[in-house]
């Protein structure tokens, strides 16, 4: 087999894996010699909280890589991590090893198409290249198209053209396992563990204790796990207190499973479960092509142009009701049960990021992009294009969003969604002595009933922070103004 080059480089960001890898692949049949490297970007680490379940994540995903690297290529193979600015490390490192390419997957968030941009050129000035591939998604970019050759801005056509394009070839697998003979030994100098938290400065978290298992094996457990369950999907999937959906999302963000391999699975699955989880994984890439053509979202901007007129509440009840939101004390149970699941856990079911979204926007009033970088700072599996497609279809000011006039009641939701209120008991444990008709609501309980199970409203548990038929007419008024936009 041809090799074009004496040595590569595989730079490792959000694809922590060893198996089904574009980059690794690539680089092990065009290189004699494959260094890996993951470098601990310090441009990324230092605003994060000393304690960070998403920082805990990636480190331990990054040693389990250096695991599967050795054993793939031998004792002396593995992982080189470098911790420092990316930007600087990966040239500094590429010329160390003395390497004719670098490989990655491409990223597509702004500031890291900015940070590649910078490395090529840095590499480029040293007479190395930057060589990336599509990993992360099914189709990217342009790959699918209207008729007309232009990018889709709802989403149904868009999942009949991609599903009509799937087939085996972007189904099949990288066979990474058959080229490992070419990955190189580390340097003596450079072969250290993957440092521990406290050598990055910061801390362990609970994430374990969240259900959370770090790197390919926790990804391979829920595998197993969802495969047995996913035939009920279609049906269990917008209730919260069930164990319906795969938690595969955060293992998505990092990398530690392939897009190819959860594709596969619910493609050659027959049943409506299958077929419902295929659909969205759609969504993803629907919003990673959004990312990558409608440059206005990268922006802060709304999709819809005219949703940027919206004058949303300011002063100081709006900094109120935005801390009552975020700390989950609104007085409305689902949403404060599922800011409390967030909160503790990094975590939260789908249909509720879409109810807490709506409520956000269309009861308080306040501006969707707070909600999204409050999201941001939270979701372990935090992924730019994802949240802001999911905040601005709540605020109705997104690609194929729901109609502005559509607003959540939070109550009908949290009747519907979680009918018994196991959710709202198991998150806010005030309220799990009350019947269950009474924990969407606990307002509407009488005094002498809610005495009874020793809840006290305004001391145990907020009365509601505003009136939800108040809120819907205020709504509808704010958004008057995108009328015929």
Not at 16 to 36: E, F, G, N, P
Not at 115 to 143: S, W
Not at 313 to 327: L, T
Request: hydrophobic content about 40%; glycine content about 6%.
């Amino acid at each position: 087999m041809h090799k074009d080059y004496t040595s590569a480089l595989v730079w490792f960001r959000r694809d922590l894996r060893a198996s089904d890898h574009a980059a690794l692949y690539q680089a092990l049949k065009a290189a004699h010699q494959v260094h890996c490297a993951f470098v601990f970007d310090t441009t990324i680490l230092q605003p994060l909280p000393r304690r960070d379940r998403r920082l805990e994540f990636i480190r331990d995903s990054a040693a389990q890589l250096d695991e599967a690297l050795r054993a793939l290529g031998g004792p002396q193979r593995g992982l080189i991590t470098v911790h420092g600015t990316a930007a600087d490390e990966v040239p500094r490192l590429a010329r160390r090893l003395g390497v004719q390419a670098v490989f990655a997957n491409h990223d597509y968030e702004a500031a890291a198409t900015e940070r590649d941009t910078t490395v090529r050129a840095r590499l480029a000035a040293a007479g190395i290249a930057l060589h990336t591939f599509k990993d992360q998604v099914v189709f990217e970019r342009d790959e699918v198209l209207t008729q007309v050759g232009k990018p889709y801005s709802v989403f149904t056509p868009y999942s009949r053209a991609w599903l009509a394009r799937l087939d085996a070839f972007y189904l099949k697998a990288y066979p990474v396992e058959r080229y490992a003979a070419a990955l190189a030994p580390r340097p003596e100098e450079l072969a250290r563990p993957v440092p521990s938290l406290a050598e990055l400065g910061f801390e362990a978290t609970n994430l374990r204790a969240c259900g959370f298992t770090p790197g390919a094996a926790g990804a391979e457990g829920l595998l197993r796990s969802f495969g047995e369950r996913v035939d009920a999907y279609d049906s269990l999937r917008d209730l919260p207190a069930a164990d319906a959906t795969s938690h595969l999302s955060v293992h998505l963000r990092f990398g530690t499973v392939a897009i190819r391999r959860l594709a596969a699975l619910a493609s050659q699955r027959a049943g409506p479960g299958a077929q419902t989880w295929l659909k969205e994984l759609v969504w993803r890439d629907f919003y990673f092509q959004v990312l990558a053509n409608f440059p206005q979202v990268n922006e802060g901007r709304s999709f819809k142009p005219e949703y940027d007129r919206i004058a949303w509440e300011q002063g100081a009840e709006a900094e109120e009701r935005f801390a009552a939101w975020c700390e989950g004390r609104t007085g409305y149970p689902l949403v404060d049960a599922a800011m409390a699941q967030i909160n503790r856990t990094g975590f939260m079911h789908n249909r509720l990021r879409m109810v807490t979204a709506s409520f956000l926007c269309k009861d308080l009033g306040l501006d969707w992009r707070r909600g999204e970088r409050y999201f941001a700072t939270q979701l372990n599996d935090y992924d730019f294009s994802a949240n802001n497609g999911g905040w601005q279809w709540a605020s109705s000011s997104g690609c194929d969003a729901q109609p502005w006039f559509r607003i959540f009641n939070p109550v009908s939701q949290s009747e519907r969604f979680d009918p018994k209120g196991e959710f709202i008991a198991r998150w806010l444990p005030q309220l799990a002595a009350l019947p269950p008709p009474l924990r969407h609501a606990p307002w509407k309980g009488a005094p002498l009933e809610l005495a009874g199970v020793g809840l006290t409203l305004g001391r145990d548990y907020p009365l509601p922070i505003v009136d939800h038929a108040q809120a819907r007419a205020a709504t509808l008024r704010r958004y008057a103004v995108v009328k015929g936009g």
